[in-house]
């Protein structure tokens, strides 16, 4: 019996040699018994069905096609994550091609940007601030005892006593604790001694009385001159553009599978703002280390909120530009660290070589007073200044300069802080959905006797002591804005003063809305749970009776 023809659905016998799959490596031959039929599916044996959609398929003349892996592609093109996953890697390879493309200017920026050398900026001194309420206070007590600071070395005044006389309001004021120096280094000159953190050569602490009910605590630490000089090398480094993506992985993960919105870009990072990144991170290490050390040692109302609610400030040493000035302004190298911004500075004729600026300027959202002068202008010239440009001696005279005004800081902080716990309270009463009773109420005793009790008593009372000049600026430097208005004079303690007042009424305001807020619904809901009580009762009553009536039913019965 002769053969048919080779036609689109059969096989020649040239073609019945082993067909190989090119894309899992398998082979299939043709079934002897069905001679001159097609390679199908059907008549594939059992061990030969893998070659499926990628397999190659002979054709009457000998041409292999590939229209079932095409299919396949087609469909995947056509499928929404193929197309995001290509979008995506197509995006990677754009921004692969010329690397070196954003580092043409790095020479220029670097150049323009480093700190002349014929400058140096040094960071002598830091202080901490730390306020005490009554529910607080014995944080400071218990520090004292810890740290045995009860009794000074050449003083015999109680700390204990004096804390004492204070918030039961017989004595105000302030105390220096005077010197406190390392055990390992002790100061000739030390009052106290205490385990100071890491690149501190010695601290001056201070009490200040600013209400009844609220103490204050300034510590200011001296630097030893390898941390004081920790900002030199940033700002003398070279740095190269750096090209980070605006997306993480797991991003890339929800754009693909999920379809979630993802911004395909880049951050680029110019050496200025490496730079400016590399100091603000210095100056914020230096500056952690002293607030971690009260907190660790003397906490209060602050300690409670994290080392990042601690108002702060510190102090700048320039050698040639004078800084908060114009001609700071020109010096590309100072804009990490906020020297440079001379259109809201402040300055005293009590200090007349300094000036500072106010956080709100630098729009960091931190709590830090910035103080900066040249080192020639840091100390007045008098005889009783030995050494008068040293960095001990201008951390020593800065500190009776700086504690006042950062004291007053203070309490912005301290106001700032309730609002926003007020704040915090009352979005979460006006969250729950579900009334627990007894949870709310017990919430509410520990609120009443911590944060209603201390907003309420330290407001009142720093609304009353803004109400007092004379009080208010007592032993605190007398700032004036440089960019005060022709015939007007613009202070900062009057507008701290006006400013805290309006804090402390508005504090005042909110805690007695969020305690009634928080009455009412506990009381609510303690007539709700009430009213659930009494009808299970009720219904466990006449369940109880219809027993009883029910068994007495079939005792008669019986």
Same mark, same amino acid.
């Given at each position: 019996?002769?053969?048919?023809?080779?036609?689109?659905?059969?096989?020649?016998?040239?073609?019945?040699?082993?067909?190989?799959?090119?894309?899992?490596?398998?082979?299939?031959?043709?079934?002897?018994?069905?001679?001159?039929?097609? =390679? $199908?599916?059907?008549?594939? %044996? &059992?061990?030969?069905?893998?070659?499926? /959609?990628?397999?190659? +398929?002979?054709?009457?003349?000998?041409?292999?096609?590939?229209?079932?892996?095409?299919?396949?592609?087609?469909?995947?093109?056509?499928?929404?994550?193929?197309?995001?996953?290509?979008?995506?890697?197509?995006?990677?390879?754009?921004?692969?091609?010329?690397?070196?493309?954003?580092?043409?200017?790095?020479?220029?920026?670097?150049?323009?940007?480093?700190?002349?050398?014929?400058?140096?900026?040094?960071?002598?001194?830091?202080?901490?601030?730390?306020?005490?309420?009554?529910?607080?206070?014995?944080?400071?007590?218990?520090?004292?005892?810890?740290?045995?600071?009860?009794?000074?070395?050449?003083?015999?005044?109680?700390?204990?006593?004096?804390?004492?006389?204070?918030?039961?309001?017989?004595?105000?004021?302030?105390?220096?604790?005077?010197? =406190? $120096?390392?055990?390992?280094? %002790? &100061?000739?000159?030390?009052?106290?001694? /205490?385990?100071?953190? +890491?690149?501190?050569?010695?601290?001056?602490?201070?009490?200040?009385?600013?209400?009844?009910?609220?103490?204050?605590?300034?510590?200011?630490?001296?630097?030893?001159?390898?941390?004081?000089?920790?900002?030199?090398?940033?700002?003398?480094?070279?740095?190269?553009?750096?090209?980070?993506?605006?997306?993480?992985?797991?991003?890339?993960?929800?754009?693909?599978?999920?379809?979630?919105?993802?911004?395909?870009?880049?951050?680029?990072?110019?050496?200025?703002?490496?730079?400016?990144?590399?100091?603000?991170?210095?100056?914020?290490?230096?500056?952690?280390?002293?607030?971690?050390?009260?907190?660790?040692?003397?906490?209060?109302?602050?300690?409670?909120?994290?080392?990042?609610?601690?108002?702060?400030?510190?102090?700048?040493?320039?050698?040639?530009?004078?800084?908060?000035?114009?001609?700071?302004?020109?010096?590309?190298?100072?804009?990490?660290?906020?020297?440079?911004?001379?259109?809201?500075?402040?300055?005293?004729?009590?200090?007349?070589?300094?000036?500072?600026?106010?956080?709100?300027?630098?729009?960091?959202?931190?709590?830090?007073?910035?103080?900066?002068?040249?080192?020639?202008?840091?100390?007045?010239?008098?005889?009783?200044?030995?050494?008068?440009?040293?960095?001990?001696?201008?951390?020593?005279?800065?500190?009776?300069?700086?504690?006042?005004?950062?004291?007053?800081?203070?309490?912005?902080?301290?106001?700032?802080?309730?609002?926003?716990?007020?704040?915090?309270?009352?979005?979460?009463?006006?969250?729950?959905?579900?009334?627990?009773?007894?949870?709310?109420?017990?919430?509410?005793?520990?609120?009443?006797?911590?944060?209603?009790?201390?907003?309420?008593?330290?407001?009142?009372?720093?609304?009353?002591?803004?109400?007092?000049?004379?009080?208010?600026?007592?032993?605190?430097?007398?700032?004036?804005?440089?960019?005060?208005?022709?015939?007007?004079?613009?202070?900062?303690?009057?507008?701290?003063?006006?400013?805290?007042?309006?804090?402390?009424?508005?504090?005042?305001?909110?805690?007695?809305?969020?305690?009634?807020?928080?009455?009412?619904?506990?009381?609510?809901?303690?007539?709700?749970?009430?009213?659930?009580?009494?009808?299970?009762?009720?219904?466990?009553?006449?369940?109880?009776?219809?027993?009883?009536?029910?068994?007495?039913?079939?005792?008669?019965?019986?």
């Amino acid at each position: 019996m002769g053969e048919g023809p080779p036609g689109r659905g059969s096989a020649s016998k040239s073609d019945e040699h082993v067909q190989e799959d090119r894309e899992s490596g398998s082979a299939v031959s043709p079934d002897p018994g069905q001679s001159g039929n097609a =390679v $199908s599916g059907d008549a594939t %044996p &059992h061990g030969a069905q893998s070659v499926l /959609a990628h397999e190659s +398929v002979a054709t009457a003349n000998g041409v292999k096609s590939h229209r079932p892996i095409a299919a396949v592609r087609r469909a995947a093109a056509r499928w929404g994550a193929h197309r995001r996953w290509a979008r995506y890697r197509r995006f990677r390879r754009e921004a692969a091609e010329d690397p070196g493309l954003w580092r043409e200017r790095d020479e220029e920026e670097n150049a323009t940007g480093r700190l002349p050398d014929s400058e140096q900026v040094q960071l002598p001194a830091i202080w901490v601030a730390e306020l005490y309420t009554p529910s607080t206070v014995g944080g400071l007590l218990k520090g004292i005892k810890r740290l045995d600071w009860e009794h000074g070395r050449t003083r015999d005044h109680s700390l204990a006593k004096w804390m004492t006389d204070i918030r039961e309001g017989r004595q105000a004021g302030s105390t220096n604790l005077g010197l =406190v $120096s390392s055990p390992d280094h %002790p &100061h000739p000159m030390r009052e106290r001694t /205490a385990r100071l953190p +890491v690149g501190v050569v010695a601290a001056c602490p201070s009490l200040l009385s600013l209400t009844p009910s609220l103490t204050g605590l300034v510590v200011g630490f001296l630097l030893d001159e390898e941390s004081a000089n920790l900002l030199d090398r940033p700002f003398r480094a070279t740095f190269s553009t750096r090209v980070e993506p605006t997306f993480t992985f797991t991003d890339v993960i929800r754009y693909v599978v999920m379809d979630r919105p993802m911004v395909l870009g880049n951050r680029i990072y110019s050496p200025d703002i490496i730079r400016r990144g590399s100091l603000q991170s210095c100056v914020s290490e230096l500056e952690q280390r002293c607030v971690r050390w009260v907190s660790q040692n003397l906490p209060g109302a602050f300690a409670e909120r994290g080392e990042s609610a601690f108002p702060t400030a510190v102090l700048f040493i320039t050698e040639e530009a004078k800084p908060l000035t114009p001609e700071a302004a020109r010096v590309r190298a100072f804009h990490g660290t906020g020297i440079d911004l001379d259109f809201d500075a402040w300055e005293s004729q009590e200090w007349p070589g300094a000036r500072v600026i106010l956080p709100h300027v630098r729009n960091d959202g931190d709590s830090r007073l910035v103080f900066a002068c040249r080192r020639c202008d840091a100390v007045p010239d008098k005889p009783y200044y030995p050494d008068r440009e040293t960095n001990w001696t201008i951390g020593q005279f800065a500190d009776d300069q700086v504690r006042g005004l950062l004291s007053r800081w203070s309490l912005s902080c301290l106001l700032n802080g309730y609002h926003e716990r007020l704040a915090t309270l009352r979005d979460r009463a006006a969250r729950s959905r579900t009334p627990r009773p007894v949870h709310s109420l017990k919430e509410l005793r520990s609120l009443a006797r911590t944060a209603f009790y201390d907003s309420t008593s330290c407001a009142q009372e720093i609304e009353k002591l803004t109400e007092s000049d004379r009080a208010y600026r007592h032993d605190v430097l007398e700032m004036e804005s440089v960019r005060a208005l022709a015939g007007e004079a613009r202070g900062m303690l009057p507008m701290l003063q006006e400013w805290q007042k309006r804090r402390a009424q508005q504090v005042l305001s909110e805690v007695g809305l969020v305690r009634s807020t928080l009455s009412l619904v506990n009381e609510l809901a303690e007539r709700i749970s009430n009213t659930r009580i009494q009808r299970f009762l009720a219904l466990l009553t006449t369940f109880s009776v219809a027993a009883a009536l029910w068994a007495v039913f079939l005792a008669l019965k019986g």
